[in-house]
Protein backbone atom coordinates (compact mmCIF):
# COMPACT_ATOMS: atom_id res chain seq x y z
CA UNK A 1 0.00 0.00 0.00
CA UNK A 2 1.52 3.76 -1.17
CA UNK A 3 0.79 6.94 0.32
CA UNK A 4 -1.56 7.25 -3.19
CA UNK A 5 -3.89 4.62 -2.65
CA UNK A 6 -5.18 6.20 0.31
CA UNK A 7 -6.07 9.56 -1.35
CA UNK A 8 -7.61 7.47 -4.24
CA UNK A 9 -9.90 5.90 -1.37
CA UNK A 10 -13.57 7.45 -1.60
CA UNK A 11 -14.42 6.03 1.39
CA UNK A 12 -12.02 8.22 3.13
CA UNK A 13 -12.22 11.39 1.59
CA UNK A 14 -8.73 12.14 2.44
CA UNK A 15 -7.34 15.10 1.02
CA UNK A 16 -3.77 16.12 0.31
CA UNK A 17 -2.35 19.71 1.38
CA UNK A 18 1.16 20.03 -0.01
CA UNK A 19 2.48 19.71 -3.46
CA UNK A 20 4.01 16.34 -3.30
CA UNK A 21 5.77 14.74 -6.41
CA UNK A 22 4.57 11.38 -7.76
CA UNK A 23 7.58 9.84 -6.48
CA UNK A 24 6.90 10.78 -2.65
CA UNK A 25 3.36 9.89 -3.03
CA UNK A 26 4.75 5.89 -3.59
CA UNK A 27 6.10 5.57 -1.03
CA UNK A 28 5.15 2.43 1.02
CA UNK A 29 2.91 2.98 4.28
CA UNK A 30 4.04 0.20 7.05
CA UNK A 31 1.61 0.78 9.72
CA UNK A 32 -0.41 3.04 11.17
CA UNK A 33 0.33 4.78 14.49
CA UNK A 34 -2.45 7.20 16.06
CA UNK A 35 -0.43 9.64 18.44
CA UNK A 36 -1.47 13.18 20.00
CA UNK A 37 2.59 13.58 21.42
CA UNK A 38 4.78 16.15 20.37
CA UNK A 39 7.84 13.64 19.84
CA UNK A 40 6.28 10.53 18.96
CA UNK A 41 9.87 9.73 16.98
CA UNK A 42 10.79 7.00 19.49
CA UNK A 43 7.51 4.80 19.43
CA UNK A 44 7.86 5.06 15.36
CA UNK A 45 9.36 2.97 12.33
CA UNK A 46 10.27 3.69 9.04
CA UNK A 47 7.37 4.65 6.34
CA UNK A 48 4.66 4.38 8.98
CA UNK A 49 1.49 6.96 8.35
CA UNK A 50 1.14 8.86 12.08
CA UNK A 51 -2.96 9.62 12.54
CA UNK A 52 -3.23 12.66 14.90
CA UNK A 53 -5.77 15.34 15.89
CA UNK A 54 -3.55 17.83 16.99
CA UNK A 55 -4.58 17.75 20.49
CA UNK A 56 -2.69 19.71 22.54
CA UNK A 57 -0.75 21.09 19.72
CA UNK A 58 -2.17 24.72 20.27
CA UNK A 59 0.71 26.07 18.32
CA UNK A 60 1.27 29.44 16.67
CA UNK A 61 5.14 29.23 16.60
CA UNK A 62 5.98 28.19 12.52
CA UNK A 63 9.43 26.76 14.08
CA UNK A 64 8.04 24.97 16.67
CA UNK A 65 5.91 23.18 13.66
CA UNK A 66 8.81 23.01 11.64
CA UNK A 67 10.60 21.19 14.76
CA UNK A 68 7.62 18.71 15.13
CA UNK A 69 7.57 17.74 11.23
CA UNK A 70 11.41 17.59 10.97
CA UNK A 71 11.50 14.92 13.57
CA UNK A 72 9.16 13.13 11.85
CA UNK A 73 11.04 13.29 8.28
CA UNK A 74 14.01 12.09 10.32
CA UNK A 75 12.49 8.46 10.27
CA UNK A 76 10.98 9.32 7.87
CA UNK A 77 7.40 8.87 8.04
CA UNK A 78 5.16 8.23 4.96
CA UNK A 79 2.42 10.80 5.49
CA UNK A 80 1.08 12.80 8.12
CA UNK A 81 -2.68 12.39 8.33
CA UNK A 82 -4.51 15.17 10.24
CA UNK A 83 -7.86 14.93 11.35
CA UNK A 84 -9.73 18.18 11.52
CA UNK A 85 -12.88 19.15 13.36
CA UNK A 86 -11.87 18.08 17.27
CA UNK A 87 -9.04 20.37 18.14
CA UNK A 88 -8.90 22.17 15.19
CA UNK A 89 -11.17 23.50 12.17
CA UNK A 90 -8.37 23.86 9.73
CA UNK A 91 -4.89 22.47 9.24
CA UNK A 92 -2.58 24.72 11.46
CA UNK A 93 -0.79 27.09 8.55
CA UNK A 94 2.17 26.36 10.08
CA UNK A 95 2.18 22.44 9.71
CA UNK A 96 1.19 23.08 6.01
CA UNK A 97 4.27 25.20 5.55
CA UNK A 98 6.37 22.56 7.00
CA UNK A 99 5.27 19.18 5.75
CA UNK A 100 5.29 21.72 2.37
CA UNK A 101 9.03 22.54 3.22
CA UNK A 102 10.18 19.07 4.11
CA UNK A 103 8.30 17.24 1.62
CA UNK A 104 6.05 14.95 3.85
CA UNK A 105 2.58 14.52 2.66
CA UNK A 106 0.35 16.19 4.55
CA UNK A 107 -3.37 14.66 4.62
CA UNK A 108 -6.60 16.07 6.10
CA UNK A 109 -8.97 13.54 7.95
CA UNK A 110 -12.52 15.48 7.81
CA UNK A 111 -14.65 15.21 10.72
CA UNK A 112 -17.10 12.92 9.18
CA UNK A 113 -14.28 10.08 8.93
CA UNK A 114 -13.12 8.49 12.07
CA UNK A 115 -9.45 7.92 13.30
CA UNK A 116 -11.13 4.23 13.25
CA UNK A 117 -12.46 4.28 10.18
CA UNK A 118 -8.90 5.16 8.56
CA UNK A 119 -6.87 2.53 10.72
CA UNK A 120 -8.93 -0.05 9.48
CA UNK A 121 -8.99 0.65 6.30
CA UNK A 122 -4.94 0.55 6.49
CA UNK A 123 -4.84 -2.44 8.18
CA UNK A 124 -6.96 -4.64 6.67
CA UNK A 125 -4.99 -3.53 3.19
CA UNK A 126 -1.78 -4.19 4.64
CA UNK A 127 -2.93 -7.70 6.20
CA UNK A 128 -3.77 -8.40 2.36
CA UNK A 129 -0.86 -7.12 0.56
CA UNK A 130 0.96 -9.32 2.95
CA UNK A 131 -1.09 -12.82 2.56
CA UNK A 132 -0.97 -12.31 -1.17
CA UNK A 133 3.04 -11.35 -0.68
CA UNK A 134 3.04 -14.64 0.98
CA UNK A 135 2.00 -16.90 -1.62
CA UNK A 136 2.98 -15.21 -4.28
CA UNK A 137 6.97 -15.35 -2.32
CA UNK A 138 6.39 -19.22 -1.74
CA UNK A 139 5.29 -19.77 -5.29
CA UNK A 140 8.46 -17.95 -6.54
CA UNK A 141 10.59 -20.00 -3.69
CA UNK A 142 9.31 -23.27 -5.15
CA UNK A 143 10.29 -22.64 -8.46
CA UNK A 144 13.64 -21.50 -7.34
CA UNK A 145 14.19 -24.52 -5.60
CA UNK A 146 12.82 -26.69 -8.75
CA UNK A 147 15.84 -24.97 -10.74
CA UNK A 148 18.00 -25.80 -8.03
CA UNK A 149 17.42 -29.23 -7.53
CA UNK A 150 17.68 -29.09 -11.95
CA UNK A 151 21.56 -27.79 -11.43
CA UNK A 152 20.16 -24.62 -13.06
CA UNK A 153 22.45 -21.71 -13.26
CA UNK A 154 21.96 -18.29 -11.12
CA UNK A 155 20.94 -16.20 -13.79
CA UNK A 156 17.80 -18.90 -14.44
CA UNK A 157 16.74 -18.22 -11.05
CA UNK A 158 16.91 -14.60 -11.14
CA UNK A 159 15.09 -14.41 -14.96
CA UNK A 160 12.01 -15.51 -12.91
CA UNK A 161 12.80 -13.32 -10.01
CA UNK A 162 12.67 -10.68 -13.22
CA UNK A 163 9.30 -11.95 -13.82
CA UNK A 164 7.55 -11.68 -10.58
CA UNK A 165 9.02 -8.24 -9.90
CA UNK A 166 8.38 -7.22 -12.68
CA UNK A 167 11.88 -5.66 -13.56
CA UNK A 168 15.27 -6.15 -14.36
CA UNK A 169 17.32 -8.07 -11.21
CA UNK A 170 20.56 -8.54 -10.08
CA UNK A 171 22.98 -9.74 -7.39
CA UNK A 172 25.36 -7.73 -5.99
CA UNK A 173 28.36 -7.99 -3.85
CA UNK A 174 29.17 -5.85 -0.47
CA UNK A 175 31.36 -3.37 -3.15
CA UNK A 176 28.35 -3.18 -5.13
CA UNK A 177 30.11 -5.18 -8.05
CA UNK A 178 27.11 -7.54 -9.88
CA UNK A 179 27.81 -10.91 -10.03
CA UNK A 180 24.88 -11.85 -12.08
CA UNK A 181 21.90 -9.86 -13.63
CA UNK A 182 18.85 -10.76 -15.70
CA UNK A 183 17.89 -9.16 -18.15
CA UNK A 184 21.60 -10.19 -19.54
CA UNK A 185 21.57 -6.74 -21.41
CA UNK A 186 20.46 -5.12 -18.29
CA UNK A 187 22.76 -2.01 -17.34
CA UNK A 188 22.78 -1.35 -13.47
CA UNK A 189 24.21 2.20 -12.61
CA UNK A 190 26.33 3.05 -9.89
CA UNK A 191 23.57 4.84 -8.39
CA UNK A 192 21.38 1.84 -8.67
CA UNK A 193 24.34 -0.23 -6.74
CA UNK A 194 24.46 2.49 -4.32
CA UNK A 195 21.02 2.99 -3.46
CA UNK A 196 20.61 -0.73 -2.94
CA UNK A 197 23.21 -1.33 -1.04
CA UNK A 198 22.75 1.14 1.64
CA UNK A 199 19.00 0.07 2.17
CA UNK A 200 17.56 2.98 0.53
CA UNK A 201 13.74 3.88 1.37
CA UNK A 202 12.28 2.13 -1.84
CA UNK A 203 13.76 -1.28 -0.47
CA UNK A 204 15.04 -2.44 -3.61
CA UNK A 205 17.62 -4.81 -2.09
CA UNK A 206 17.52 -7.91 0.02
CA UNK A 207 20.23 -9.90 1.62
CA UNK A 208 21.47 -12.87 0.79
CA UNK A 209 21.61 -14.91 4.25
CA UNK A 210 25.65 -16.37 2.96
CA UNK A 211 26.99 -15.89 6.40
CA UNK A 212 30.50 -13.55 6.09
CA UNK A 213 29.58 -11.96 2.33
CA UNK A 214 27.75 -9.21 1.78
CA UNK A 215 25.63 -9.96 -1.04
CA UNK A 216 22.23 -8.71 -2.42
CA UNK A 217 19.47 -9.50 -4.62
CA UNK A 218 18.22 -6.05 -5.97
CA UNK A 219 15.61 -5.11 -8.50
CA UNK A 220 14.60 -2.20 -10.23
CA UNK A 221 11.32 -0.71 -11.36
CA UNK A 222 8.12 -3.24 -10.96
CA UNK A 223 6.32 -4.35 -7.88
CA UNK A 224 5.54 -1.72 -5.80
CA UNK A 225 2.15 -2.77 -3.98
CA UNK A 226 3.92 -5.17 -1.79
CA UNK A 227 7.09 -5.61 0.62
CA UNK A 228 9.88 -6.32 -1.49
CA UNK A 229 11.30 -8.65 1.36
CA UNK A 230 8.16 -10.19 1.91
CA UNK A 231 8.22 -11.10 -1.77
CA UNK A 232 11.71 -12.05 -2.13
CA UNK A 233 13.46 -13.19 1.14
CA UNK A 234 12.27 -17.00 0.98
CA UNK A 235 13.49 -17.17 -2.81
CA UNK A 236 16.73 -15.45 -1.78
CA UNK A 237 17.54 -17.46 0.67
CA UNK A 238 17.50 -20.50 -1.83
CA UNK A 239 19.46 -18.58 -4.18
CA UNK A 240 21.95 -18.59 -1.49
CA UNK A 241 22.45 -21.65 -0.98
CA UNK A 242 22.38 -22.33 -5.22
CA UNK A 243 25.59 -19.90 -5.00
CA UNK A 244 27.37 -21.24 -2.00
CA UNK A 245 26.91 -24.50 -3.90
CA UNK A 246 28.17 -23.25 -6.93
CA UNK A 247 31.27 -20.72 -5.75
CA UNK A 248 32.01 -22.42 -2.69
CA UNK A 249 31.99 -25.66 -4.56
CA UNK A 250 31.49 -28.69 -1.96
CA UNK A 251 31.96 -31.45 -4.71
CA UNK A 252 33.80 -34.25 -3.48
CA UNK A 253 35.70 -33.72 -6.48
CA UNK A 254 37.88 -31.65 -4.84
CA UNK A 255 40.59 -33.32 -3.34
CA UNK A 256 41.00 -34.93 -6.87
CA UNK A 257 41.40 -31.73 -9.19
CA UNK A 258 43.64 -30.14 -5.86
CA UNK A 259 46.32 -33.53 -6.41
CA UNK A 260 46.10 -33.25 -10.13
CA UNK A 261 46.79 -29.36 -10.05
CA UNK A 262 49.68 -30.44 -7.49
CA UNK A 263 50.80 -32.64 -10.20
CA UNK A 264 51.46 -30.62 -12.89
CA UNK A 265 54.09 -28.79 -12.59
CA UNK A 266 56.45 -31.99 -11.28
CA UNK A 267 57.18 -33.79 -14.76
CA UNK A 268 59.69 -35.77 -13.45
CA UNK A 269 57.90 -37.50 -10.99
CA UNK A 270 54.61 -37.79 -11.82
CA UNK A 271 54.38 -39.55 -15.56
CA UNK A 272 51.64 -38.83 -18.03
CA UNK A 273 49.93 -42.02 -17.32
CA UNK A 274 49.87 -41.10 -13.39
CA UNK A 275 48.55 -37.70 -14.59
CA UNK A 276 45.84 -38.96 -16.91
CA UNK A 277 44.60 -40.79 -14.02
CA UNK A 278 44.07 -38.68 -11.70
CA UNK A 279 43.00 -36.59 -14.57
CA UNK A 280 40.27 -38.99 -14.89
CA UNK A 281 39.22 -39.13 -11.17
CA UNK A 282 38.41 -35.46 -11.20
CA UNK A 283 35.27 -37.03 -13.43
CA UNK A 284 36.60 -35.48 -16.33
CA UNK A 285 37.26 -37.66 -19.73
CA UNK A 286 40.82 -37.36 -21.21
CA UNK A 287 38.89 -38.10 -24.61
CA UNK A 288 36.89 -34.76 -24.66
CA UNK A 289 38.47 -31.18 -25.54
CA UNK A 290 39.52 -29.24 -22.10
CA UNK A 291 39.19 -25.72 -21.80
CA UNK A 292 41.46 -24.18 -18.96
CA UNK A 293 40.68 -21.25 -17.24
CA UNK A 294 43.39 -19.30 -14.81
CA UNK A 295 42.46 -16.41 -13.18
CA UNK A 296 44.59 -14.00 -10.52
CA UNK A 297 41.87 -14.67 -7.42
CA UNK A 298 44.26 -12.55 -4.36
CA UNK A 299 42.13 -10.06 -3.41
CA UNK A 300 39.23 -9.80 -5.67
CA UNK A 301 36.94 -12.92 -5.39
CA UNK A 302 34.17 -11.19 -6.84
CA UNK A 303 35.75 -11.28 -10.49
CA UNK A 304 36.29 -14.75 -9.74
CA UNK A 305 32.73 -15.68 -9.02
CA UNK A 306 31.54 -14.11 -11.98
CA UNK A 307 33.99 -16.57 -14.35
CA UNK A 308 32.58 -18.83 -12.36
CA UNK A 309 28.65 -18.06 -12.90
CA UNK A 310 29.82 -17.47 -16.87
CA UNK A 311 31.50 -20.72 -17.19
CA UNK A 312 28.74 -22.91 -14.99
CA UNK A 313 26.20 -21.38 -17.72
CA UNK A 314 28.41 -22.26 -20.87
CA UNK A 315 29.62 -26.18 -20.00
CA UNK A 316 27.88 -28.97 -18.53
CA UNK A 317 30.69 -30.85 -16.63
CA UNK A 318 32.72 -27.81 -14.85
CA UNK A 319 35.60 -28.15 -12.27
CA UNK A 320 37.26 -24.96 -10.24
CA UNK A 321 38.92 -24.43 -7.50
CA UNK A 322 41.26 -21.75 -5.73
CA UNK A 323 44.78 -22.98 -5.23
CA UNK A 324 47.27 -20.75 -3.57
CA UNK A 325 46.60 -17.12 -5.35
CA UNK A 326 44.96 -18.77 -8.42
CA UNK A 327 41.72 -19.98 -9.77
CA UNK A 328 42.19 -23.13 -11.83
CA UNK A 329 39.05 -24.05 -14.00
CA UNK A 330 38.96 -27.39 -16.65
CA UNK A 331 35.68 -27.23 -18.22
CA UNK A 332 34.50 -29.92 -21.20
CA UNK A 333 31.09 -30.16 -23.07
CA UNK A 334 29.71 -27.07 -24.26
CA UNK A 335 26.26 -26.35 -23.16
CA UNK A 336 23.69 -27.16 -25.58
CA UNK A 337 22.68 -24.06 -26.48
CA UNK A 338 26.08 -22.88 -27.10
CA UNK A 339 28.69 -22.62 -30.68
CA UNK A 340 28.46 -25.00 -32.86
CA UNK A 341 32.69 -25.31 -33.03
CA UNK A 342 35.31 -25.00 -30.12
CA UNK A 343 36.80 -22.62 -32.23
CA UNK A 344 33.70 -20.43 -32.58
CA UNK A 345 33.52 -21.30 -28.54
CA UNK A 346 37.19 -19.94 -27.89
CA UNK A 347 36.13 -16.58 -29.23
CA UNK A 348 33.11 -16.20 -27.83
CA UNK A 349 34.76 -17.05 -24.44
CA UNK A 350 37.38 -15.15 -24.60
CA UNK A 351 34.92 -11.82 -25.90
CA UNK A 352 32.76 -13.03 -22.72
CA UNK A 353 35.43 -12.56 -20.71
CA UNK A 354 36.68 -8.93 -22.01
CA UNK A 355 33.08 -7.98 -21.50
CA UNK A 356 32.59 -9.52 -18.08
CA UNK A 357 36.19 -8.81 -16.19
CA UNK A 358 37.83 -6.68 -18.32
CA UNK A 359 40.71 -5.45 -15.95
CA UNK A 360 41.10 -8.97 -14.16
CA UNK A 361 44.07 -11.12 -15.07
CA UNK A 362 42.69 -14.22 -17.06
CA UNK A 363 44.45 -16.66 -19.10
CA UNK A 364 42.12 -18.67 -21.92
CA UNK A 365 43.83 -21.84 -23.29
CA UNK A 366 41.61 -23.89 -25.63
CA UNK A 367 40.19 -26.63 -26.02
CA UNK A 368 43.65 -29.34 -25.75
CA UNK A 369 42.47 -31.94 -27.59
CA UNK A 370 44.60 -34.34 -24.83
CA UNK A 371 45.71 -34.94 -21.26
CA UNK A 372 49.16 -33.90 -22.60
CA UNK A 373 48.44 -30.68 -24.31
CA UNK A 374 46.00 -29.75 -21.14
CA UNK A 375 48.99 -30.15 -18.43
CA UNK A 376 51.15 -27.42 -20.85
CA UNK A 377 48.40 -25.43 -21.00
CA UNK A 378 47.74 -25.37 -17.56
CA UNK A 379 51.31 -24.48 -16.46
CA UNK A 380 51.63 -21.87 -19.10
CA UNK A 381 48.78 -20.05 -17.23
CA UNK A 382 49.84 -20.68 -14.06
CA UNK A 383 52.79 -18.99 -15.31
CA UNK A 384 51.20 -16.16 -17.32
CA UNK A 385 48.12 -15.03 -15.38
CA UNK A 386 50.85 -13.20 -13.25
CA UNK A 387 51.95 -11.26 -16.11
CA UNK A 388 48.93 -10.06 -17.45
CA UNK A 389 46.77 -7.03 -16.98
CA UNK A 390 43.11 -8.82 -18.55
CA UNK A 391 41.86 -11.44 -20.36
CA UNK A 392 43.94 -12.86 -22.60
CA UNK A 393 44.33 -16.11 -25.07
CA UNK A 394 47.25 -18.61 -24.37
CA UNK A 395 49.96 -18.99 -27.17
CA UNK A 396 49.60 -22.88 -28.70
CA UNK A 397 53.07 -23.25 -27.31
CA UNK A 398 55.09 -21.39 -24.79
CA UNK A 399 58.82 -22.03 -24.65
CA UNK A 400 58.42 -21.76 -20.45
CA UNK A 401 55.85 -24.38 -20.45
CA UNK A 402 57.91 -26.53 -23.21
CA UNK A 403 61.57 -26.09 -20.88
CA UNK A 404 59.39 -27.25 -18.02
CA UNK A 405 58.45 -30.99 -19.23
CA UNK A 406 61.82 -31.71 -21.74
CA UNK A 407 64.67 -30.33 -19.70
CA UNK A 408 65.96 -33.08 -17.72
CA UNK A 409 68.88 -33.73 -15.67
CA UNK A 410 71.05 -33.76 -18.64
CA UNK A 411 69.82 -30.04 -20.38
CA UNK A 412 70.31 -28.97 -17.07
CA UNK A 413 74.00 -30.00 -16.83
CA UNK A 414 74.44 -28.57 -20.37
CA UNK A 415 73.00 -25.44 -19.60
CA UNK A 416 75.11 -25.23 -16.43
CA UNK A 417 78.38 -25.90 -18.09
CA UNK A 418 77.15 -23.73 -21.22
CA UNK A 419 76.91 -20.39 -18.91
CA UNK A 420 80.17 -21.47 -16.12
CA UNK A 421 82.35 -19.23 -17.82
CA UNK A 422 80.26 -16.16 -17.74
CA UNK A 423 79.83 -16.71 -14.24
CA UNK A 424 83.13 -17.53 -13.24
CA UNK A 425 84.08 -14.00 -15.20
CA UNK A 426 81.74 -12.34 -13.37
CA UNK A 427 82.70 -13.16 -10.07
CA UNK A 428 86.48 -12.20 -10.35
CA UNK A 429 85.72 -9.08 -12.30
CA UNK A 430 82.28 -7.95 -11.21
CA UNK A 431 81.84 -7.50 -15.10
CA UNK A 432 78.07 -8.13 -15.01
CA UNK A 433 78.21 -9.89 -18.06
CA UNK A 434 74.58 -12.22 -17.54
CA UNK A 435 73.10 -9.37 -16.51
CA UNK A 436 73.81 -7.74 -19.75
CA UNK A 437 73.00 -11.42 -21.63
CA UNK A 438 69.42 -11.68 -20.09
CA UNK A 439 68.97 -7.97 -20.89
CA UNK A 440 69.77 -8.18 -24.17
CA UNK A 441 67.98 -11.44 -25.11
CA UNK A 442 64.95 -9.85 -23.25
CA UNK A 443 64.63 -7.09 -25.45
CA UNK A 444 65.16 -9.07 -28.45
CA UNK A 445 68.87 -8.41 -29.28
CA UNK A 446 67.60 -5.06 -29.63
CA UNK A 447 71.15 -2.65 -28.72
CA UNK A 448 69.14 0.30 -28.05
CA UNK A 449 66.21 -1.02 -25.62
CA UNK A 450 68.88 -3.97 -24.12
CA UNK A 451 71.54 -0.14 -23.63
CA UNK A 452 68.30 1.70 -21.96
CA UNK A 453 67.74 -1.46 -19.75
CA UNK A 454 70.86 -1.27 -18.70
CA UNK A 455 71.78 2.17 -18.91
CA UNK A 456 75.11 1.93 -20.63
CA UNK A 457 76.24 2.94 -23.54
CA UNK A 458 76.31 1.24 -26.44
CA UNK A 459 80.14 0.74 -27.19
CA UNK A 460 80.12 -0.37 -23.59
CA UNK A 461 77.39 -2.66 -24.74
CA UNK A 462 79.07 -3.94 -27.92
CA UNK A 463 82.17 -5.07 -25.68
CA UNK A 464 80.19 -7.21 -23.26
CA UNK A 465 78.93 -8.83 -25.92
CA UNK A 466 82.13 -9.75 -28.06
CA UNK A 467 83.33 -10.88 -24.37
CA UNK A 468 80.39 -13.27 -23.53
CA UNK A 469 80.63 -14.37 -27.43
CA UNK A 470 84.31 -15.43 -26.33
CA UNK A 471 83.67 -17.39 -22.86
CA UNK A 472 80.42 -18.91 -24.61
CA UNK A 473 81.98 -20.09 -27.83
CA UNK A 474 79.15 -19.27 -29.94
CA UNK A 475 77.49 -16.44 -32.20
CA UNK A 476 75.17 -13.76 -30.34
CA UNK A 477 74.04 -12.65 -34.25
CA UNK A 478 72.26 -15.72 -35.28
CA UNK A 479 68.95 -17.22 -34.41
CA UNK A 480 70.86 -21.00 -33.19
CA UNK A 481 73.12 -18.46 -30.91
CA UNK A 482 70.52 -16.65 -29.37
CA UNK A 483 68.35 -19.19 -29.10
CA UNK A 484 70.92 -21.57 -27.38
CA UNK A 485 71.79 -19.04 -24.91
CA UNK A 486 68.05 -18.25 -23.93
CA UNK A 487 67.22 -21.92 -23.37
CA UNK A 488 70.17 -21.98 -21.24
CA UNK A 489 69.14 -18.91 -19.23
CA UNK A 490 65.48 -20.21 -18.87
CA UNK A 491 67.39 -23.61 -17.21
CA UNK A 492 68.94 -22.13 -15.06
CA UNK A 493 65.86 -19.89 -13.34
CA UNK A 494 63.85 -22.61 -13.51
CA UNK A 495 66.43 -23.84 -11.18
CA UNK A 496 66.78 -21.26 -9.33
CA UNK A 497 63.05 -20.75 -8.97
CA UNK A 498 61.02 -24.84 -8.74
CA UNK A 499 58.63 -24.70 -11.73
CA UNK A 500 55.24 -25.15 -9.57
CA UNK A 501 51.84 -24.22 -9.84
CA UNK A 502 51.64 -22.10 -6.67
CA UNK A 503 50.19 -24.24 -3.92
CA UNK A 504 48.35 -23.35 -1.28
CA UNK A 505 49.43 -22.91 2.45
CA UNK A 506 46.45 -24.63 3.99
CA UNK A 507 43.43 -26.47 2.34
CA UNK A 508 41.32 -23.90 0.73
CA UNK A 509 37.61 -24.06 -0.75
CA UNK A 510 36.65 -24.30 -4.46
CA UNK A 511 34.92 -21.96 -6.36
Known amino acids: MIVADLLAEDALQLRLHTPSSRRRLERRISWCAPTEVMDPTPLLSRNVLLLTNGIGMNIDDDLTWHAYVERLASIPVSAIAFGTGTAHRLLPGGLVKAATALDVPLLEIPRAVSFLQVHRHVTNVLQAERYAARTRSWELAETCSRYAAAGSSVRTMLAEVSKTVGGPAAIIDGGGAVIACWPASSRWAGEDLRRAAVDDEDERGVPLPMGGDSFQLVVRGGVRDEPLTTLLAPAASIMAVQLRSALQSTSHKQPQFRALLAQVADWEGVALQEFTRTFRSTGLDPDQPTYAIAALAAGDTTSVWKIRLMLQEAFDVLRMMIYGDVAFALAQRPAGDGPDSVERLETVLSARLRALVP ?153
Not at 370 to 392: I, M, T
Not at 483 to 502: D, G, K, N, V, W
Open 359 to 511: HQAVVLKGPCGSVDELRLGLYDAAERVHKVSGPVVAAELSIGSLLAAAAGHGARTGAHKLLAPVLAYDDKHSAHLLQTLTAYLENDCQPSRACRKLFIHRNTLAQRLRKLESLLALSLDTLEGQTTCLLALRIRESQEQPATLSAPSEARSGV
